[in-house]
């Protein structure tokens, strides 16, 4: 069964540097995501992408953040000038079709992140 | 604010026993409620509900959902010690491209 894959599944970085978060969506998906989630809390949406571009994201996704899709498999979230409070699990998804959007959403198994 | 409500927050039980999981939400323009079960990383879909009153099933596991009151309830039948998991609801918005989730329920079973 296809799978989404992220590559690390954990990253230590010193709070200030630039870390990349990488993801290969399922091939024939048409929508990609990123959430994160602080240990104990929520699952929180950051941003989705169609198209090449960005269609939707959230108040936490400020300039600090960017994603990319570098070529027609890899999906990246870069986190520049990282803080303390970006340590998390960074969870990238897919969803498939043309006009599915955000439905059913298969999620990778996450890059955990720890800014130190 | 849109806001999905999971509860219990934490449930144990025996091996055997039957648990129902409950998620409200409050979401405009509501267009479908997921389920996912998440154990040790990645969230796996279970269930999408976008009709009230029809269940959907997967062999121990079903799932409604009642668009009047704004509610969703997961139910575990003869539960086995790898249904230990954090099962999550979220809810899709209509025309929106994210998923808002609830805080899950983390359901432990003992032997």
């Known amino acids: 069964e296809p799978e989404v894959t992220q590559t690390p599944s954990h990253q230590v970085t010193q709070m200030g540097q630039e870390v990349i978060l990488r993801c290969v969506p399922i091939?024939?998906?048409?929508?990609f995501y990123w959430y994160r989630q602080i240990l104990g809390q929520k699952v929180e949406f950051l941003v989705s992408f169609y198209n090449n571009e960005i269609s939707e994201k959230s108040e936490i996704f400020d300039d600090q953040f960017s994603v990319e899709r570098p070529d027609g498999s890899n999906f990246t979230l870069k986190i520049r000038s990282t803080k303390l409070e970006d340590s998390a699990m960074y969870f990238c998804?897919?969803?498939?079709?043309?006009?599915?959007?955000?439905?059913?959403?298969?999620f990778g198994p996450g890059t955990r992140l720890t800014v130190t | 604010e849109d806001k999905v409500v999971q509860s219990p927050l934490s449930l144990v039980v025996h091996e055997g026993d039957t648990v129902t999981l409950n998620c409200s939400y409050e979401?405009?323009?509501?267009?479908?409620l997921l389920w996912y079960k998440q154990e040790k990383k990645a969230p796996t879909f279970l269930f999408m509900l976008t009709s009230s009153g029809i269940e959907k099933k997967s062999g121990r596991l079903s799932s409604i959902l009642d668009k009047k009151e704004l509610f969703s309830i997961l139910n575990i039948t003869a539960t086995q010690t790898g249904d230990s998991a954090i099962y999550l609801c979220a809810g899709v918005i209509q025309g929106a491209q994210k998923l808002v989730f609830g805080q899950g329920t983390r359901l432990t079973i003992n032997p």
């Open positions: 998804a897919s969803s498939g079709g043309s006009g599915s959007g955000a439905k059913q959403q298969y």
């Open positions: 091939s024939n998906h048409l929508y």
């Open positions: 979401v405009t323009n509501f267009r479908s």
